[in-house]
């Protein structure tokens, strides 16, 4: 009975406040969230990442191998992706690839990883989180645009809290209590908003092909975690890091991939893209429960 209790309090506050978005979004369809993108963007995600990797919470080897751990795992992903719209017969399998490569790791994957496993679990559900932030404005561009675009990636705030995440874990240096205190109150504020953005967008995707976006969804939602797992068996990982990455392997795709691709892809591809996001994120509303029973039950 224990486990259930968990169970709901790691969830129920995640599903809530997108319920909250969702609310809002319905009830008013011009409710503008560009202040939150922009915040999370320049801000918000800046602050969880220097905040979650600070020493006191996580080692720089935790950090540094659950970083390459998800990178084969999304090297995964991508075989996934591929054999999902080869097999659909998908004429621009390139566009199409980053809702299979780049999960929601960030508005859904953080706050869940946070309640199941405390600050711990929220510096490795960071470090996993930033590498997708990483590939967003890396892979993710080059995937959408068919060419790398550097200016991209150095004019993200992101991207540079990494480098300092990184020196501080590595020179083991703790972040003042008053930079702490104020990273903790962004933090907060950042999960909270984004998990209210998510549902809003929920109520402005359209789903396109219904079919289509089921059976990538199912690539993404389902194998992902398998994926997840059989990593945690050949590398022997335990703890509540090998739960960690598991819950994040299980995300839907990221909505980000939607902004990604409005912005270098055709609208026919980026139609495609919002209904894989908008049904992945339906079919995770009841696969996440029992990736996150499953990851308390075995890696806590």
């Not at 990178?71 to 999902?84: D, K, R, Y």
């Not at 993404?220 to 997840?228: C, M, S, W």
Request: proline residues 4%; contains cysteine.
């Amino acid at each position: 009975m224990e486990i259930y209790l968990k169970l709901l309090e790691v969830l129920f506050p995640v599903f809530f406040v997108v319920g909250i978005g969702y609310y809002l979004g319905k009830k008013n369809p011009k409710i503008d969230t560009t202040f939150i993108s922009n915040f999370a963007a320049n801000i918000g995600s800046p602050a969880i990442v220097i905040y979650s990797c600070n020493a006191a919470n996580i080692s720089f080897d935790i950090f540094t191998n659950y970083f390459w751990y998800y990178l084969i795992a999304i090297g995964g992903f991508f075989l996934v992706g591929v054999s999902f719209l080869f097999f659909q017969k998908t004429k621009d399998i390139v566009r199409e690839l980053p809702p299979f490569v780049m999960p929601n790791t960030g508005n859904m994957g953080l706050p869940i990883c946070l309640f199941a496993y405390g600050t711990q679990g929220l510096g490795v559900a960071a470090a996993i989180s930033a590498l997708i932030i990483l590939c967003h404005f890396t892979l993710g561009v080059f995937l959408a645009d068919r060419k790398f675009n550097f200016e991209v990636i150095s004019k993200s705030p992101a991207f540079y809290s990494v480098i300092i995440a990184v020196v501080l874990l590595y020179f083991s240096i703790e972040l003042p209590v008053f930079v702490e205190n104020t990273t903790l109150l962004l933090t907060y504020a950042t999960i909270f908003l984004i998990l209210m953005s998510l549902g809003i967008a929920l109520t402005r995707l359209k789903v396109f092909s219904f079919k289509k976006a089921l059976i990538s969804s199912i690539g993404r939602v389902i194998i992902g975690p398998i994926i997840g797992y059989l990593l945690i068996i050949y590398f022997n990982l335990e703890g509540f890091a090998a739960g960690v990455l598991l819950i994040q392997c299980s995300m839907p795709s990221a909505i980000l991939n939607y902004l990604v691709g409005s912005m270098y892809s055709p609208k026919k591809i980026v139609d495609n893209v919002a209904s894989m996001i908008v049904v992945s994120t339906i079919l995770s509303f009841f696969t996440i429960p029992i990736v996150v029973f499953f990851a308390l039950k075995y890696f806590n």
